[in-house]
């Protein structure tokens, strides 16, 4: 059974950065690509960031690039969002998503698995 754990959200004013953190068990997260959705209320869950599982290869959902950052350490089975220059609008709950592929996955649909999500909220 795979589980994926977010930690890392919190409250931070417009400018300010957090980091989450995904720590999986279950499985080696080493032939598994991984990405970050987010969901603000009343929206649907959207894409934010994916990393290949080797980690060579990310990419970002045009509303992030440049301010948020994907990352993994495959030895401590764990994935990361760091996120810079925050805007209210990047509220949501984040949540983490793995599944099994070398190359990376920018879809809801192609995610096998899901943690329970991590609230981030930004004030201006």
């Known amino acids: 059974q795979v589980q994926l754990v977010e930690s890392g959200g919190g409250l931070v004013q417009a400018g300010g950065s957090l980091r989450l953190s995904c720590a999986v068990s279950?499985?080696?997260?080493?032939?598994?690509?991984m990405g970050w959705f987010r969901q603000a209320p009343g929206n649907e869950r959207e894409f934010v960031a994916a990393?290949?599982?080797?980690?060579?290869?990310?990419y970002y959902a045009d509303s992030v690039k440049g301010r948020f950052t994907i990352s993994r350490d495959n030895a401590k089975n764990t994935e990361y969002l760091q996120m810079n220059i925050l805007k209210p609008e990047d509220t949501a709950v984040y949540y983490c998503?793995?599944?099994?592929?070398?190359?990376?996955?920018?879809?809801?649909?192609?995610?096998?698995?899901w943690g329970q999500g991590t609230q981030v909220t930004v004030t201006s």
């Open positions: 998503a793995a599944t099994p592929a070398f190359g990376f996955a920018l879809t809801r649909d192609a995610y096998n698995y």
């Open positions: 279950g499985r080696t997260i080493g032939n598994y690509a």
């Open positions: 990393i290949s599982s080797s980690g060579g290869s990310t």
